[in-house]
């Protein structure tokens, strides 16, 4: 079975710092591995995802990911965090040949202080 | 940019009634999905349709729960005799193709059985 874990419920830095929120993932055959950030009373919108190919992977925002598949790790990392990008955090995981459902993780909630 | 719409943003409904969540996703995609979010916990899938015809549905998803696709624009999750634990957001979610792509959600309509 598929799963998600983020083992920090919450992640507080200061701005300008770089930020890492944690994932890790259990799922059979190639994950497809997804980010998506949760505004307050606003759905998810989706940051980037690794499919295949370089492990280091940029979304939107400034945001990246690293994909480590020894450690089953897909953590989400920014070199200097702003006060906007204070929010929940979802990661996602969906197996190919699952007709694209995504299970999430429980979620991180990031607090960038000034 | 398009995007997926949901109505009504807010429902509040007395246990036991029907309740009918609707959603409009994106005009040219084929995959639509149903997620729900009970208050400070997870994202869980509910329900994935296409080609007219429920593709996977969770455990969640039982028979006090269907979906339509009415017309060629609406998406519409129907919660018979609703109960209290059936509070919580539900998004609905469109992709043009399945696996690899990212999910575009609606902002989701907050569901209170009182």
């Known amino acids: 079975a598929q799963s998600v874990a983020q083992p920090e419920d919450q992640v507080n830095v200061a701005e300008g710092n770089p930020l890492t929120v944690k994932c890790t993932y259990s799922v059979s055959g190639n994950p497809y591995l997804f980010w998506y950030v949760q505004y307050p009373n606003r759905g998810l919108q989706f940051l980037l995802k690794?499919?295949?190919?370089?492990?280091l992977v940029k979304g939107s925002y400034g945001f990246e990911a690293e994909f480590n598949k020894s450690q089953t790790s897909f953590h989400l990392k920014k070199p200097s965090a702003l006060v906007s990008d204070s929010a929940l955090y979802f990661c996602a995981v969906s197996a190919y040949n699952q007709g694209g459902k995504l299970i999430f993780g429980q979620g991180t909630e990031l607090s960038v202080k000034p | 940019e398009p995007e997926v719409t949901q109505t009504p943003s807010h429902q509040v409904t007395q246990m036991g009634q029907e309740v009918i969540l609707r959603c409009v996703p994106i005009?040219?995609?084929?995959?639509f999905y149903w997620y729900r979010q009970i208050l400070g916990q997870k994202v869980e899938f509910l329900v994935s349709f296409y080609n007219n015809e429920i593709s996977e549905k969770s455990e969640i998803f039982d028979d006090q729960f269907s979906v339509e696709r009415p017309d060629g624009s609406n998406f519409t999750l129907k919660i018979r005799s609703t109960k209290l634990e059936d509070s919580a957001m539900y998004f609905c979610a469109s992709i043009k193709g399945a696996g690899n792509q990212p999910q575009h959600f609606g902002d989701g309509t907050r569901l209170s059985i009182l």
């Open positions: 690794y499919i295949t190919g370089d492990n």
């Open positions: 005009s040219n995609h084929l995959y």
